[in-house]
């Protein structure tokens, strides 16, 4: 059964109209929604109470349950294990920036597109845990406006950013994750900014090539992690599907139709792919290409083969600065991600969606 969030506007006017009720009602039940974070249709005072149970009966809100948080002791990191009607387990970040460090001072949800991921990165946590399912469109929704209803009670900063940089491939998932992107851009619907929302992809060509067509100013980003084919076969077994070369290219596509530029990702890892020499082949395979380089130190995982393993070595801050110096040397503008969540497991490559004995809210120290 389809929930409230799977819905467009237009089908939501012929649902409401369908059960004998004007169409604007369809309206107010999505500022409802999407702008009030109602918990229910019982929040909703301006719709009428017959048309409300009817809804509730035949178009329920996604069925979602938060197993846990996890925040960090400076409370600017949040954690969610959610658990889904069918029992799978998921994760989903909240990221909130002192304005006093962050003149934006954003406030961005990272939401998993799927439950598990088969793209088996051997560095990501989620990659190496498997492939379960793809989210509908109503449970990625429900990620965001979870945070945004617990910020929204407590009078904190509203939402502004939504990355789709969780668990699983979104590229994989498109049907699903465009909706759920046209939902949070829509007037009716979140109202965020496209520029705002940025999908992430293993370099999945045909992804990249739709998200190319799409009118929406979504951003893209695109994980590397090697500047050749061969080392990047053994980072992401999945590679092979879609070459370096052919990546680039369709990136340089990208870059042409839309004037927007690419986000390349390359999560750095000791004695693998942070030589010098490999920063300056990442420089010339990116040369010409309208980009930015976020240059991730490996994170540590609860998996022990993982963290202590060839893949699992984060560099040190000289030798991570000394990677940058080289492409900064070579024209390509790039920083060292500030990454936020480590002590909790929810930095990239870090999501899991294992249940663990966790209260609801726990508090952790920050390194």
């Not at 293993?202 to 090697?226: C, K, M, N, T, Y």
């Not at 596509?253 to 927007?260: D, F, I, K, L, P």
């Not at 395979?285 to 991730?296: A, M, Q, T």
Request: charged letters at 25%; glycine letters at 8%.
């Amino acid at each position: 059964m389809p929930s409230l969030y799977d819905l467009t506007l237009t089908e939501l006017e012929e649902r409401v109209e369908a059960l004998g009720a004007p169409r604007y009602r369809a309206r107010q039940v999505r500022a409802w929604a999407f702008r009030r974070f109602a918990r229910s249709y019982d929040d909703m005072s301006n719709v009428p109470a017959p048309l409300r149970r009817r809804l509730a009966a035949e178009l329920p809100f996604p069925e979602t349950r938060v197993v846990a948080e996890l925040r960090s002791d400076d409370g600017l990191t949040r954690k969610r294990l959610i658990r889904l009607a069918d029992g799978r387990l998921i994760e989903a970040v909240l990221m909130l920036y002192d304005p006093r460090s962050d003149s934006r001072g954003r406030a961005t949800v990272c939401v998993s597109s799927q439950a598990g991921c088969a793209m088996g990165c051997v560095f990501c946590a989620t990659g190496q845990g498997g492939f379960e399912r793809n989210l509908t469109a109503g449970e990625i929704l429900a990620q965001v406006t979870g945070f945004a209803r617990e910020q929204a009670d407590a009078g904190g900063q509203p939402l502004t950013n939504v990355v789709f940089m969780g668990m699983g491939e979104p590229m994989a998932n498109w049907p699903a994750v465009w909706r759920a992107v046209e939902t949070l851009n829509a007037a009716d619907g979140v109202g965020m900014a496209a520029r705002h929302i940025t999908i992430s992809t293993v370099g999945l060509i045909p992804g990249i090539r739709r998200l190319a067509d799409e009118p929406l100013q979504v951003g893209l980003a695109v994980s590397l992690h090697a500047p050749d084919e061969a080392l990047r076969e053994r980072l992401i077994p999945t590679a092979h599907r879609y070459p370096l070369p052919a990546i680039i290219a369709a990136c340089r596509e990208y870059v042409a139709r839309t004037g927007r530029r690419v986000t390349f990702e390359y999560c750095l890892m000791e004695g693998v792919n942070d030589a010098p020499e490999q920063a300056r082949a990442l420089a010339a395979l990116l040369d010409g290409v309208l980009c930015h380089v976020n240059i991730i130190p490996v994170n540590p995982t609860a998996d022990a083969r993982m963290s202590d393993g060839p893949y699992g070595r984060r560099p040190s801050r000289a030798r991570t600065l000394a990677f940058q110096r080289e492409l900064t040397a070579r024209g390509v503008a790039c920083t060292v991600r500030v990454e936020k969540g480590v002590e909790i497991s929810a930095a990239c490559g870090q999501l899991r969606g294992e249940a663990a004995p966790l209260p609801v809210v726990q508090t952790l120290p920050s390194r």
